[in-house]
């Protein structure tokens, strides 16, 4: 097997030049990372930042989670307006400097790259055992999807708002995108969590995902109800693993979680070339 067909998608995820951003910085705790562009925008706003040519930093006297918040989404919504920012996707994410339990505020979805914040999903794998071997559930995204229309997906897979706990965001998840009842979800057993730093036009995307496994009764039929998957299919694991080392039809983060499941339930192994690359380049410091 050639590995480097994997290895690539790591290496995608993984490639930022420091030199085209400024830290982002609350009270010497630096939350994010700026490009140029919007560094210099946030000069509309000399009461909230101090924008230096190698930081910018949040005011000290926004001396309450509420005030922070409340100044940031002022922001977003102007630099919406502005164009700066492309939309608004109106969930709360975390500005933190660790994890979520730290946050020093909130702000709106699609701002959290362009801040270079460290955003949070999770991701389920559906699957199940057959007399044929595992099969795992595969996703394809709506084709009006705003990010990678029309790519497989894993059967579950969202983003964690600042305002639920892991539980409860996975249980509706699990209902919203394949009618996994209650019960049947409470079953998906944690099994880690990912992370990678990647440069985008606008931004800095140091994400980590939270990776779940779910095994499923061989009649267990999953429906979409929220209109962001146009099919599901149960493939054989050996043809997902095909289809993740030699195209490009997972959503790029997707990747990095089927790689996982394959790494955990032996399907590569120590002996499988650049293993070690591979199970490493999974857990990338930031």
């Known amino acids: 097997m050639n590995d480097k067909g994997l290895l690539r998608h790591i290496e995608d995820l993984n490639q930022w030049n420091p030199e085209n951003f400024r830290g982002f910085y609350y009270r010497d705790q630096r939350v994010g990372y700026l490009k140029t562009g919007l560094g210099e925008a946030l000069r509309q706003w000399p009461a909230y930042f101090q924008v230096q040519s190698d930081a910018v930093h949040l005011n000290r ?4 989670f509420e005030v922070r918040t409340q100044a940031l989404s002022e922001v977003t919504r102007t630099l919406v307006t502005q164009g700066v920012i492309s939309h608004a996707h109106g969930e709360r994410y975390p500005v933190t400097s660790s994890g979520r339990e730290t946050a020093i505020a909130t702000i709106d979805r699609t701002a959290a790259s362009y801040f270079g914040l460290r955003a949070y999903g999770q991701h389920l794998n559906g699957y199940v055992r057959t007399p044929q071997g595992l099969k795992l559930w595969i996703a394809r995204r709506s084709t009006d999807r ?3 229309p029309n790519k497989l997906d894993n059967m579950v897979a969202g983003g964690l708002p600042h305002d639920l706990s892991l539980e409860e965001n996975l249980r509706k998840e699990c209902m919203e995108e394949a009618s996994v009842p209650g019960q049947l979800a409470a079953r998906a057993k944690p099994v880690g969590a ?3 730093c990647k440069e985008t036009k606008v931004g800095l995307k140091p994400d980590t995902l939270y990776c779940y496994d779910l095994e499923l009764p061989d009649d267990f ?3 979409n109800t929220d209109g962001e998957v146009a099919e599901f299919m149960l493939l054989q694991v050996e043809e997902v693993v095909r289809l ?4 490009d039809e997972f959503k790029l983060n997707c990747n990095l979680v089927l790689i996982d499941f394959f790494v955990r339930h032996g399907i590569l192994n ?3 070339p650049n293993y070690l690359e591979l199970v490493m380049g999974l857990h ?3």
């Open 61 to 64: 006297a926004l001396d309450t």
């Open 146 to 148: 705003r990010v990678y």
């Open 194 to 196: 990912l992370t990678y």
């Open 270 to 272: 120590p002996e499988s």
């Open 244 to 247: 993740v080392r030699e195209t």
């Open 284 to 286: 990338e410091k930031f």
């Open 221 to 223: 039929q999953p429906h």
